[in-house]
């Protein structure tokens, strides 16, 4: 099994930056990408980024160009920078990782809030 403790979010203005971090611990082997989802009041959980091991990125149109996803050297990071931050931002965060076998694992998520 694999844990995760992200931490960052916050309190930001609109146009501001935040940066997310999440490391995972136990069976880190398994894991085949790390990634970001949000997920809004009243509205279902959407990804965000991710990135595999093998470097392949993904982002949500609504993130490109303000987002950057990287992963640490020893992939069992991950780090969500957060620039021009909007008020459609505000979300909880959650940490993910998808793996080889077995369901996907959620952090606990972490509230990000961009005020006007």
């Known amino acids: 099994q694999v844990q995760l403790v992200e931490s960052g979010g916050g309190l930001v203005q609109a146009g501001g930056s935040l940066r997310l971090s999440c490391t995972a611990s136990g069976s880190i082997f398994s894991i085949r990408s790390m990634g970001w989802y949000r997920q809004k009041p009243g509205k279902q959980r959407e990804l965000v980024a991710d990135v595999t091991n093998s470097g392949i990125i993904s982002y949500a149109d609504s993130v490109k160009g303000r987002f950057t996803i990287s992963r640490g050297n020893a992939k069992n990071t991950v780090a969500l920078q957060m620039n021009s931050l909007k008020p459609e931002d505000t979300a909880v965060y959650y940490c993910?990782?998808?793996?080889?076998?077995?369901?996907?694992?959620w952090g606990s998520g972490t509230l990000v809030t961009v005020s006007s």
């Open positions: 993910n990782t998808q793996h080889y076998i077995g369901v996907p694992t």
